[in-house]
T-cell receptor
Framework: GQNIDQPTEMTATEGAIVQINCTYQTSGFNGLFWYQQHAGEAPTFLSYNVLDGLEEKGRFSSFLSRSKGYSYLLLKELQMKDSASYLCAGRKSNYQLIWGAGTKLIIKP | DAGITQSPRYKITETGRQVTLMCHQTWSHSYMFWYRQDLGHGLRLIYYSAAADITDKGEVPDGYVVSRSKTENFPLTLESATRSQTSVYFC?????????????FGPGTRLTVL
C-alpha cells in the first residue's frame, strides 16, 4: 500500500524546538502536505513540499527528501497554542491525498 | 465570506435510517472531497468530485452515496446507517493553482449512529 507513517504522540517544552517526522513509500506521491488540527476542529493547511529541501514559513519549516521518502515539520519557539495534531499527507497524481494518522503534540510549560 | 460550511454540525441517528450530510463552498472550487476521521486512522477518503456531475469513489465508499448537481454543493448520503459509520465527517474543496491544490476543510459533522 501507500502508507504514511508518523509518530503517534510527542511532548515538548514551551519555547523549545520540535521535529515531527513523516515517512512514506517513495513511489506514488508527487508532493507532501502538512496540516495542523486542534482538538475538535478541522485540519488547516501549514505547508506543501513538491521539491527536495527546506521550506520556511515563520516559526514553522517543512523538509522533503523524495529519494528517502522522508519529510519533517520543524516547529520553533513553541507556544502553548501549538498543542495540536499534525497531519502528514502524500499527494497522488489524481489529486487524492493519502493521510498519516497524525502526531499529537503536547506542549508543557 | 463563509468559505466552506457543513450541516448539521452534530447528528444522532439510529441504525437503518438514511442520513444526508451537507457541504457548501463559496469559492467555486472545482474539486470537493468527503473524508471520515476515526481515532487511530488518518483521514480516509469516501468520495470525491472533480466538477459538477463528476464523482468518483475513494478509499472507503461502501454504504455512502454522493451527488454534485451544482459546483458549490456536495451532499453525502448514508443510505442505511450502521454503527460503524459513527465518525467525524469532513468535507474539503480545492482548486489547482500554480501546480498546488491545497485542500480546505469544512468544520466537520460529528455523526453518532445508535
Amino acid at each position: 500500500g501507500q502508507n504514511i507513517d508518523q509518530p503517534t504522540e510527542m511532548t515538548a517544552t514551551e519555547g523549545a524546538i520540535v521535529q515531527i517526522n513523516c515517512t512514506y513509500q517513495t513511489s506514488g506521491f508527487n508532493g507532501l502536505f502538512w496540516y495542523q488540527q486542534h482538538a475538535g476542529e478541522a485540519p488547516t493547511f501549514l505547508s506543501y513540499n513538491v521539491l527536495d529541501g527546506l521550506e520556511e514559513k515563520g516559526r514553522f519549516s517543512s523538509f522533503l527528501s523524495r529519494s528517502k521518502g522522508y519529510s519533517y515539520l520543524l516547529l520553533k519557539e513553541l507556544q502553548m497554542k501549538d498543542s495540536a495534531s499534525y497531519l502528514c499527507a502524500g499527494r497522488k497524481s489524481n489529486y487524492q491525498l493519502i493521510w498519516g494518522a497524525g502526531t499529537k503534540l503536547i506542549i508543557k510549560p | 465570506d463563509a468559505g466552506i460550511t457543513q450541516s448539521p454540525r452534530y447528528k444522532i441517528t439510529e441504525t437503518g435510517r438514511q442520513v444526508t450530510l451537507m457541504c457548501h463552498q463559496t469559492w467555486s472550487h472545482s474539486y470537493m472531497f468527503w473524508y471520515r476521521q476515526d481515532l487511530g486512522h488518518g483521514l480516509r477518503l469516501i468520495y470525491y468530485s472533480a466538477a459538477a456531475d463528476i464523482t468518483d469513489k475513494g478509499e472507503v465508499p461502501d454504504g455512502y452515496v454522493v451527488s454534485r448537481s451544482k459546483t458549490e454543493n456536495f451532499p453525502l448520503t448514508l443510505e442505511s446507517a450502521t454503527r460503524s459509520q459513527t465518525s467525524v465527517y469532513f468535507c474539503a474543496s480545492s482548486e489547482r493553482r500554480g501546480g498546488q491544490d491545497t485542500q480546505y476543510f469544512g468544520p466537520g459533522t460529528r455523526l453518532t449512529v445508535l
